[in-house]
């Protein structure tokens, strides 16, 4: 079944404008994935009226990536203290449109939760940026829990709370869980957040995105490549 979606966010977040512009412009690779927008390149810029909001609005020929249509909006607000933002995703959907609404659902709630987090903790800082997949065996129902278990992450911990975890690469650290339901993970420590997807749920693997903010790229995804294979293999 295809059909249009919309997803539609509000949040305030402790950062400027600019600073908020900056993260969804040329930032990306802080808090969701290395890209960057090029007003009179980028044909899929719609709106481009810094620092208050872009639009990007991208036609899909291909209907196998699951969409015929995909839009981004962001509205920008100073407000006192930081800023007032408006993200609305909006498209079509091609297939499984229920499954994918859900994920989608899920997955953007999750994006701008890191989102913010990168603006109050890292804001202006680049990142390296690491995605690596779990094996077939980490599509399994229980694999989030499997990998919080590996990274010695207590299944009581509350979120916003101290914890204290094994990470590849790095080893015993201190960390924050500033994100934690069935389908994600969030850790933060004072140089990097690690994004953990639970996209078992979505008929995938279980997935992990490290935003480093003082490593080198090659030992980070060897580490966790490593990692993954050690515990899903």
């Given at each position: 079944?295809?059909?249009?979606?919309?997803?539609?966010?509000?949040?305030?977040?402790?950062?400027?404008?600019?600073?908020?512009?900056?993260?969804?412009?040329?930032?990306?690779?802080?808090?969701?994935?290395?890209?960057?927008?090029?007003?009179?390149?980028?044909?899929?810029?719609?709106?481009?009226d810094p620092p208050h909001r872009l639009t990007v609005r991208e036609e899909i020929a291909d209907p196998s990536?699951?969409?015929?249509?995909?839009?981004?909006?962001?509205?920008?607000?100073?407000?006192?203290?930081?800023?007032?933002?408006?993200?609305?995703?909006?498209?079509i959907f091609v297939a499984d449109w229920e499954n994918q609404y859900?994920?989608?659902?899920?997955?953007?709630?999750?994006y701008l939760h890191t989102l913010r987090q990168y603006?109050?903790?890292?804001?202006?800082?680049?990142?390296?940026?690491?995605?690596?997949?779990?094996?077939?065996?980490a599509g399994a129902p229980d694999a989030l829990e499997t990998a919080a278990r590996a990274l010695s992450l207590p299944g009581d911990a509350p979120v916003g709370g101290a914890v204290r975890v094994t990470l590849p690469g790095v080893g015993e650290t201190d960390a924050v869980l500033d994100y934690r339901d069935r389908h994600f993970i969030g850790l933060r420590t004072d140089s990097a957040l690690y994004r953990l997807f639970?996209?078992?749920?979505?008929?995938?693997?279980?997935?992990?995105?490290?935003?480093?903010?003082?490593?080198?790229?090659?030992?980070?995804?060897?580490?966790w490549r490593e990692w993954a294979e050690a515990v899903w293999g």
């Amino acid at each position: 079944m295809s059909g249009e979606f919309e997803i539609a966010r509000e949040f305030e977040v402790a950062a400027k404008p600019e600073e908020v512009w900056d993260a969804i412009t040329t930032g990306t690779g802080g808090w969701l994935w290395p890209s960057e927008y090029k007003p009179g390149e980028d044909e899929s810029i719609t709106t481009w009226d810094p620092p208050h909001r872009l639009t990007v609005r991208e036609e899909i020929a291909d209907p196998s990536f699951g969409q015929t249509l995909n839009q981004l909006d962001h509205v920008i607000d100073a407000r006192e203290g930081g800023s007032f933002v408006r993200y609305v995703h909006s498209g079509i959907f091609v297939a499984d449109w229920e499954n994918q609404y859900d994920g989608a659902q899920k997955h953007t709630t999750f994006y701008l939760h890191t989102l913010r987090q990168y603006l109050e903790h890292f804001a202006g800082r680049q990142a390296v940026f690491t995605s690596v997949e779990g094996p077939a065996a980490a599509g399994a129902p229980d694999a989030l829990e499997t990998a919080a278990r590996a990274l010695s992450l207590p299944g009581d911990a509350p979120v916003g709370g101290a914890v204290r975890v094994t990470l590849p690469g790095v080893g015993e650290t201190d960390a924050v869980l500033d994100y934690r339901d069935r389908h994600f993970i969030g850790l933060r420590t004072d140089s990097a957040l690690y994004r953990l997807f639970g996209r078992n749920h979505f008929g995938h693997v279980v997935g992990v995105s490290v935003h480093d903010f003082a490593a080198n790229a090659a030992p980070v995804e060897g580490a966790w490549r490593e990692w993954a294979e050690a515990v899903w293999g």
